[in-house]
């Protein structure tokens, strides 16, 4: 693989998660409400779906945190009040929203069969991950979240008798490699889960043609979008720009937003998806990008960008790319004098890394963010995810490719659980295709998994003093999302 190609690919996953900007103060809930659906987690099924049961979840639906009585207890080991008819007699485990199962009434395992990947006593599920390549271990988050949440579920319960096991497979920063892993993958795992590639569009075709349901993490070309048994818990589109950022700072800094730069990773989806934000934040919310420029991923000297940026009067400045670059760049405007009124970057930033490399350039800096702060103690889910995470590999940094792997793996979960004897490669596709407000229990805001549209919600959260922290209104902005037609 040349330097050129192989360094492609850090556009194309770090600048496409760049999409979950959001203007009014809705809530999921609210907003779940409005587009005729339940609200977080689907508690009753298929969108405008009447609660019929108050106790009952549709197969179909994500649970997530309704109260109810989970699937999967141990062979033999009968839970009271549980149901079904799993292996021993018994589809029970522990209960309630913190559970591993979300709460979700466990289908009954009558009729359960062995099927690719299912044995007697295992599910085996697939995480196809950049693990080697240019920049080893850039997504083992993805894997590691995922192994993190099967020890969770493992550790309370089973599929209806069968225990989880997670087969690690490396795309290699490689759309041949990703598609390699996924020929692997149809063959040997049920489902695939928590994956997370940046040339995604490899193993696209593969997984479509064998069916595999394929609950990733993120999902970064147009070509994985296409994947009849894809989706991504981190559900986004490249053309479909929501506009509550944008507003924000129109309201804060309006001199700042109709005086902006948008700066990018020259490579991969990145230029895409950059120009796609950039009309997207100029049609809905009057900003004026006066320059729209993309860095090669290699480029050592940042100097004549700043000074591009003050010679047009640029006042705003939005970037998107590696935390390495975005720690080049942040030192080229401290060197020059150039201090713009905001500066602002996708979630990528949202990493302890970034902060300990960029030292006192990080002040200030703004994130949008489609999910909650490591630093919420309050949110149990959140707090569950990296006590897990320390176990299954101490000192591992957590950011949000894993934190939308986790939410996968609880995604995948919760689908199975609910399915019980009914469980097959199909019947969790159409499943999925029925969620339309995933919030993974909480940990971010809610996703269209059935049409994968951008959600109009997020919060803007800054680095101030040492530490991130919410400067966005309420729980998370909701607004409207804009259709810019750029790469969709």
């Known amino acids: 693989m040349s330097v050129v190609r192989s360094r492609r690919f850090l556009g194309a996953a770090l600048m496409v998660m760049a ?4 203007g009014s103060q809705l809530d999921p809930s609210e907003v779940a409400r409005i ?19 108050p106790g009952a979840v549709d197969p179909g639906s994500s649970g997530g945190g309704a109260p109810g009585v989970a699937g999967g207890a141990e062979p033999g080991g009968a839970t009271p009040g549980s149901t079904g008819g799993g292996p021993g007699g018994s589809a029970g485990g522990s209960t309630g929203e913190g559970s591993a199962t979300g709460g979700v009434k466990a289908g009954s395992c009558a009729g359960f069969t062995n099927q690719k990947g299912i044995t007697d006593k295992t599910i ?4 196809v991950a950049d693990i080697s390549g240019p920049v080893p271990g850039i997504f083992e988050s993805a894997q590691q979240a995922t192994r993190a949440y099967v020890e969770y579920f493992n550790s309370q319960g089973t599929v209806c008798g069968r225990k989880l096991e997670v087969s ?17 993958a149809c063959d040997t795992a049920f489902a695939a889960v928590g994956s997370m590639s940046a040339f995604d569009s490899g193993g696209a075709g593969t997984a ?9 993490s993120v999902i970064v070309s147009p070509e994985r979008q296409a994947c009849r048994s894809c989706v991504a818990a981190y559900a986004i589109r490249t053309n479909l720009i929501p506009d509550p950022a944008a507003k924000w700072f129109m309201q804060k800094h309006p001199a700042g937003a ?12 990145a230029p895409v998806n950059a120009k796609s934000l950039a009309a997207g934040y100029e ?29 047009k009067g640029v006042r705003s400045v939005v970037y998107y790319g590696p935390y390495q670059n975005t720690v080049k760049l942040q030192q080229a405007m401290q060197q020059q004098g150039f201090k713009p009124d905001f500066y602002l970057q996708d979630p990528t930033i949202y990493d302890r890394r970034y902060v300990e490399q960029a030292g006192s350039v990080a002040e200030s800096s703004y994130v949008f963010s489609p999910n909650d702060l490591f630093e919420n103690k309050a949110n149990a889910e959140v707090q569950l995810y990296l006590s897990w995470l320390q176990q299954v590999k101490p000192g591992a940094v957590p950011n949000y490719f894993g934190l939308f792997a986790w939410s996968a ?22 499943a999925l295709k029925r969620t339309t407000s995933w919030t993974g229990n909480g940990v971010h805001t809610a996703m269209n998994i059935a049409t994968s549209n951008t959600p109009p919600c997020l919060k803007v959260i800054q680095f101030r003093s040492g530490s991130w922290s919410q400067v966005s209104p309420g729980n998370y902005m909701c607004g409207r999302v804009v259709n810019t037609g750029i790469g969709g």
């Open 168 to 184: 690690n497979l490396d795309s290699r920063a490689d759309a041949g490699a990703d598609q390699q892993a996924y020929v692997k």
């Open 283 to 311: 049609k809905s919310a009057g900003w004026n990008v006066k320059y729209l420029q993309g860095i090669d991923v290699a480029e050592f000297n940042f100097a004549p960008y700043v000074q591009q940026m003050k010679e």
């Open 258 to 269: 109709k005086n902006a730069a948008v700066l990018y990773v020259n490579a991969g989806a």
């Open 409 to 430: 793996a609880r995604l995948f979960v919760e689908k199975a659980i609910a399915l019980g004897g009914r469980l097959t490669r199909s019947a969790l596709v159409a």
């Open 124 to 127: 085996t599920l697939a995480n």
């Open 208 to 216: 479509d043609t064998c069916g595999i349901p394929d609950i990733r």
């Open 19 to 22: 999409l979950t900007a959001c």
């Open 35 to 53: 587009n005729g659906t339940v609200g977080p987690d689907d508690q009753a099924g298929a969108p405008g779906a009447p609660v019929s049961d």
